[in-house]
T-cell receptor, first 117, second 112 residues
Framework: AQTVTQSQPEMSVQEAETVTLSCTYD???????LFWYKQPPSRQMILVIR??????QNATENRFSVNFQKAAKSFSLKISDSQLGDTAMYFC??????????????FGSGTQLTVLP | SQTIHQWPATLVQPVGSPLSLECTVE??????LYWYRQAAGRGLQLLFY??????ISSEVPQNLSASRPQDRQFILSSKKLLLSDSGFYLC???????????FGSGTQLSVL
């Protein structure tokens, strides 16, 4: 069974600053995907960024980037130039490629990020 | 393009009443469909998933059931709601062989 742990229930950052959200996971799988999802106050789940485990290069999407450390089973999200609209709950998620056609994601418990003006 | 519709957005039901939440996907065929529940201030718990019509897998024993009467329709039901069924319910889908999960807008269920 896979587990995803987000040890920071809440974080805050000043507008325009950089913040890093932590995520660790436990799995015996070798091939998998990792994701960060964002859930703003509207509660709509939005995919922020995706990382394939077989890729050594860290994924980047505009102001969002990850630090993927496969050996350490760590997958942190860095948000640069934080904006007020980044205020949301952020979820780390994992999916093993061996799950066949079902593609079941396992989610962490979330980190509530507040961007302060 | 693919879209996912989930309704109603909010629902208030008395204990012991039945429940039916509906989710439909447009613009794709044979999607994998999922029901998640999110308790207040917590993460997402997978309740049911389906890889095809009539095929339902349950992750958590509970008071709820799911059905997939059509390829792109997924229904979450209960015959008698409990207080503990309150929460935010999210429908989601992925394409066959895809790892990206797309979510509906959710249903906030309050059981009183």
């Amino acid at each position: 069974a896979q587990t995803v742990t987000q040890s920071q229930p809440e974080m805050s950052v000043q507008e325009a600053e950089t913040v890093t959200l932590s995520c660790t996971y436990d799995t015996s799988e070798n091939n998998y995907y990792l994701f960060w999802y964002k859930q703003p106050p509207s509660r709509q789940m939005i995919l922020v960024i995706r990382q394939e485990a077989y890729k050594q290069q860290n994924a980047t999407e505009n102001r969002f980037s990850v630090n993927f450390q496969k050996a350490a089973k760590s997958f942190s999200l860095k948000i640069s130039d934080s904006q007020l609209g980044d205020t949301a709950m952020y979820f780390c998620a994992f999916i093993p490629l061996s799950s066949g056609s079902a593609r079941q994601l396992t989610f962490g418990s979330g980190t509530q990020l507040t961007v302060l003006p | 393009s693919q879209t996912i519709h989930q309704w109603p957005a909010t629902l208030v039901q008395p204990v012991g009443s039945p429940l039916s939440l509906e989710c439909t996907v447009e613009g794709t065929s044979n999607p994998n469909l999922y029901w998640y529940r999110q308790a207040a201030g917590r993460g997402l718990q997978l309740l049911f998933y389906s890889v095809g019509i009539g095929q339902i897998s349950s992750e958590v024993p509970q008071n709820l059931s799911a059905s997939r009467p059509q390829d792109r329709q997924f229904i979450l039901s209960s015959k008698k709601l409990l207080l503990s069924d309150s929460g935010f319910y999210l429908c989601a889908w992925t394409g066959t062989g895809s790892e990206k999960l797309f979510f509906g807008s959710g249903t906030q269920l309050s059981v009183l």
